[in-house]
Nanobody, 121 residues
Framework: QVQLVESGGGLVQAGDSLRLSCAVS????????VGWHRQAPGKEREFLAS????????NYADSVKDRFTISRDNAKNTVYLQMNSLRPEDTAVYYC??????????????WGQGTQVTVSS
C-alpha cells in the first residue's frame, strides 16, 4: 500500500506564493509518477502537473504551466507544487495522487486526502 499526505495549504492573498507538499510512504518502489490535481467547489477535479518518480520529465496543464512548478525530493519521498502569482480562481482542494504522467485522472490509482487552498482578492 502507498499513502500520500498533502500539506501546505492555507489562506493567502492574490499574488502570493504557496508551496504544497505531498509525502509518499509505503510501497513506493513501483510508483511511476505522482501528480497534483485540484477540485474547486461545484467543479470537476482537474489535472495540474505530474512528475516521474525516478526521472526528470514533468507534465503540466496549460492553465498553470507558467505559474506552477512541480518538483521531487526522493530522499524525502516528497513531491512539491510551487504555486506563484495565485489568483482567487485557484481556490480549491488540492490533491496529490500516484499514477501516470498523463493528465487523465483515471490513470491515478491512489489519492491523498487533499489540502485546502484559499486565495482572497
Amino acid at each position: 500500500q502507498v499513502q500520500l499526505v498533502e500539506s501546505g495549504g492555507g489562506l493567502v492573498q492574490a499574488g502570493d506564493s504557496l508551496r504544497l507538499s505531498c509525502a509518499v510512504s509505503g510501497r513506493t518502489f513501483d510508483t511511476l509518477a505522482v501528480g497534483w490535481h485540484r477540485q474547486a467547489p461545484g467543479k470537476e477535479r482537474e489535472f495540474l502537473a505530474s512528475i516521474w518518480w525516478t526521472g526528470r520529465a514533468a507534465n503540466y496543464a496549460d492553465s498553470v504551466k507558467d505559474r506552477f512548478t512541480i518538483s521531487r525530493d526522493n530522499a524525502k519521498n516528497t513531491v512539491y507544487l510551487q504555486m506563484n502569482s495565485l489568483r482567487p480562481e485557484d481556490t480549491a482542494v488540492y490533491y496529490c495522487a500516484r499514477g501516470g504522467i498523463t493528465s487523465n485522472l483515471n490513470d491515478y490509482n491512489m489519492w491523498g486526502q487533499g489540502t485546502q487552498v484559499t486565495v482572497s482578492s
